[in-house]
Structures are given as C-alpha cells and as structure tokens.
C-alpha cells in the first residue's frame, strides 16, 4: 500500500473534495482538473485501493465503516433526492397528526415540507427539526431533552429514551445511516439508536426516510429491520433483496422519483 505521501496532488486534491462533500463524481472531477474521465477513475481505484474512498455509481465516497460523515458533508449529499423524498412523506401525514422526527438530514427536509401543515404535534431530538418548525404556528413542538451533540445538533441519552417513552404518537419519521439489502437499518451511534428503537415501539405507524445512496453505505449499529416498519420513502427503486423484504414484511414502498410520485412497481426489479 503506498504511503500517503505518495499520492499524486491530484489524487490528494481529490480526496480534498471528498472529504468536504462526503462524495465525488468522476465527470465533476473530470471538468474540474481538466482531465479526462478515465484518468480520474484510475485516480479513484487508486484512493479506493489504499481504502480511502469507496466506489459507487458514477464516483466515489468516504470509506468508512464506523464513523458518520461529517453533518455539512451529509447534508450536501442527494439534497435534490431528500427533498423529493421529504415531499412524498409529508403528503402521506395528514393534518391533525402526531410524529417524532428524529436525527438526520433528510428528517430536517421532511420537517421543511411539513410547515404548511395545520394542528401537528412534532416530538424530536433533533434542534435543526426545531428551528425549522418553531416559526410555524401550525405546529406544537417538544423537544427531548438530554445532552447536544456539537457536531449535528442531536440529542442522545437517558433523558431522551425516557422523554420518547412518555408518548404514543400517530407516526414516527425516521434515517438511517445506512441500509443492506436484507432489510437492515444501520447507524453509526449506538446511542442514537436506542432513541430511533425507542420513537419506533412509540408510535403506531412508523416510516423510513432515505435515498438509495444509503445502500453504498455501511454502519455497525443495527436499529431494527424493514418488517418493523409501514413504509419507506425512497428516491429510487432498492436492490432487489431490500425490495423483496419489504414485499415479504407487507412494508409499503414508495419511490419519490424526478417529477412524480408514485407507489413502487414491484415488477421492475423482478
């Protein structure tokens, strides 16, 4: 493995830009440096190899396995497809409802898309979901208590667990870190998941919000399976395994694609 002195300024430019934006993309960085997109996929297997970055679709993006990206790189990933997302989940909470929102950047895109709603009850641990709603009049917030993170402003710990247990609410709007295809919900904080298990057992109808990107993606923490939810929000159809939990657990799948919409077509991954 070389050391990593020994990249090429190119290569450590480019891991530069992964490191601000959580992903690259090899026509981006093609147009960027004035090279051809060959030369930056040789560059990418390069950074891959050494396990700096991992492949996906089109680029590439930080390697890691036990660490979150960092809040602003996470909030500059797939924000078109969050919105999209965030949009089809809230026409799906009708007025007059009760939801938990719990960490992540695309439940901050849901509460957005939620401030032209009337008569909701919004329990969150998550500040931005706060400072987001709190100008809406038509929105009543609780906040959980327990200690901030600096680093995305979510709220973890006892305190929290025991402030979510004290409701049951119509629904709970949770991410995850990352996604497999059996069915698995992943994060990287096993802290913030006892909260996710805990907004999950205290509410009746419970929906996942997260682009496909999560699949390219891995955490060590589990919070729970596909079978314990009603539906997922996604921005475009899931490996055929994830498709197939979901059928099997009767969870609903709802793909919030460019322009529409619409209930997924199990037929297009068979």
């Not at 020994?6 to 690259?24: E, K, M, P, T």
């Not at 589990?222 to 498709?243: E, K, N, T, Y």
């Amino acid at each position: 493995m070389l050391p990593l002195d020994a990249l090429s300024d190119r290569q450590a430019a480019i891991l530069a830009v992964a490191r601000g934006a959580g992903r690259v993309a090899v026509e981006e960085l093609a147009a960027r440096f004035g090279v051809s997109p060959q030369t930056i996929r040789k560059d990418l297997n390069t950074l891959c190899d050494r396990r700096l970055l991992a492949r996906q679709h089109g680029g590439a993006m930080l390697a890691s396995g036990v660490e979150n990206l960092g809040y602003a790189a996470r909030r500059a990933l797939a924000q078109a497809e969050k919105r999209r997302i965030a949009a089809r989940c809230a026409a799906l909470i009708p007025d007059g409802s009760s939801l938990f929102l719990n960490i992540g950047t695309t439940t901050e895109e849901v509460a957005r898309a939620l401030l032209h709603h009337r008569n909701l009850l919004v329990v969150t641990n998550n500040i931005h979901v706060v400072s987001i709603l709190l100008p809406c009049e038509g929105v009543e917030v609780v906040v959980a208590g327990g200690p901030v993170r600096r680093a995305d402003g979510g709220i973890v710990g006892e305190a929290t667990v025991d402030l979510v247990a004290q409701f049951k609410l119509d629904f709970a709007v949770i991410g995850a870190s990352a996604l497999d295809e059996a069915g698995g919900l992943l994060d990287y904080d096993y802290r913030e998941v006892r909260v996710a298990r805990a907004i999950l057992g205290n509410a009746r109808r419970a929906i996942l919000v997260a682009d496909a990107g999560k699949f390219e993606r891995s955490a060590p923490v589990r919070i729970g399976h596909v079978s314990q939810l009603h539906c997922v929000v996604m921005d475009r159809a899931p490996p055929a395994g994830f498709a197939a939990a979901c059928r099997a657990a009767g969870t609903q799948l709802e793909l919030a694609g460019p322009g529409e919409s619409a209930a997924f077509d199990e037929t297009a991954t068979r």
